[in-house]
Each structure stands twice: as C-alpha cells, then as structure tokens.
C-alpha cells in the first residue's frame, strides 16, 4: 500500500504528489517539526523521541508545546503568511492528536502518511476525515532571514 491507495480513498487527493519513498524511522510530527531523523510521539516509555521538558501526554497542548521548542506560536489558522511556516495540527473527534502538517512556502502543504511517503497536497482539507481527524490547532514560526515585513 502506498500513498497512492490512499488518494484513491479520498478523492481530495487527486493532486497530491509522492516527495519521499517509504519510511518507518520518523513520522509525520517529526516530518512537520522539519526532521527526518526520528520518529516523534509522546509515549510514557520514552520509546519515541520526544523534546525534552515537554508533557509525555497525547494532548493537543503537548504537541503544541513540543512545537514551541522549535520556536513556532499559536495562530489562528492555515492561511499563507509571508515570512511565514506554519504548522496543522490534526486530531480527531475526541480532541487526541492524530497527525500534523506543514506549510510549504507555496502554500501547500507537505505530510507524511504513517510509515509510508511524504507527500504535498494543496489543502489540509485533503487529509480531513476519518483517520486524520480535522486540523485543530495551528502554529507557525518565522522563516529564517525574513524580516517581519517579509523581505531579507
């Protein structure tokens, strides 16, 4: 099964493109956090990586927190900001974090699906339902050498 099986689940899809090949040694909130290294989760074993000082907690305040270590900041949506990455949190209809995303400066997003690809997509929309959840909380940090006008 590959990302592909997926886009023909979900029709929303139809536009997403493979960027990576498979992979089981990091996940899709390590993939968002920018890192490619680690598989990240909040487990109580300390199995996963997890930044240090942060609740081993599956909340979405957690995974908020554990985001801030990376210099991002609460905002109020996914829209594109120059000067701008943003991250998407999703979780699902209990409020348990399920799976992030992040803004590419196209303004589409990038994600990685499980143990399986990265992929781009053009909404956070695309990966919105049973398994995902819903985007419930975002995040962003300005890009490095952006002033806050947006230029270098």
Known sequence: MNAWFIAGCNPALNHARITSPKSSHYNCIAWAAGTNAEWWWPDPFGVYYWPQDVPRLETLDAFLAAYSTLCYESCGDGSLEAGFEKV????NAQ???THAA???PSGRWTSKVGALEDIEHDSLAALTGAAY???ARFMKRRLEGMSSEGST
Request: glycine share 16%; no cysteine.
């Open 88 to 91: 998407a949190v999703y979780a």
């Open 102 to 104: 992040r803004q590419l």
């Open 95 to 97: 409020g348990v974090p």
């Open 133 to 135: 959840g819903r985007p």
